[in-house]
């Protein structure tokens, strides 16, 4: 078998590869949340948030809180969608959540894409509940998290 084969099969592969580690938004996911929590730097120091999903009353709200190590800050989040009995409502679709530790300066130290799958968040039914640990920045005071989550509303 000759290089040019050769060569060909392996950038076909390098291809194939990074479209597989790549997180891909799909066409017609929606920003629906863009969310910064500044955070302290200090060990323990903690960030309750909530928010709701552009677009509907869905829910998201969590808590952000830096672990006793002083390196890494533990995030949960939780989607809630309740409305009141007798509403007809559109199912939310969440297709992916991405979350990042940036210093102040806008610096990003570590991101997180939860790839959801397209999971649909429906009204009165349970909620979902995500959870991750993102390094920060222990040489600065404070440092921000950045959440963002696609989907659209059925």
Do not use: W
């Not at 530790?101 to 909620?127: C, M, W, Y």
């Amino acid at each position: 078998m000759s290089n040019l084969f050769f060569r060909k099969m392996k950038l076909r592969a390098f291809l194939l590869i990074a479209l597989l580690a790549a997180p891909v938004i799909s066409y017609g996911q929606i920003l629906q949340v863009d969310l910064s929590i500044p955070m302290s730097a200090k060990p323990l120091s903690h960030e309750e948030f909530k928010t709701t999903i552009k677009g509907g009353t869905a829910i998201l709200a969590g808590t952000a809180l830096n672990l006793l190590t002083g390196e890494t800050v533990l995030i949960d989040l939780a989607l809630c969608y309740r409305t009141p009995r007798g509403t007809i409502a559109y199912d939310e679709l969440i297709q992916g959540i991405e979350i990042a530790a940036e210093t102040k300066d806008g610096e990003i130290l570590g991101t997180v894409f939860l790839d959801t799958q397209l999971i649909p968040l429906n009204p009165n039914r349970a909620s979902l509940f995500y959870r991750t640990t993102l390094y920060y920045p222990k040489d600065s005071k404070g440092y921000i998290i950045h959440i963002r989550v696609y989907g659209n509303y059925e």
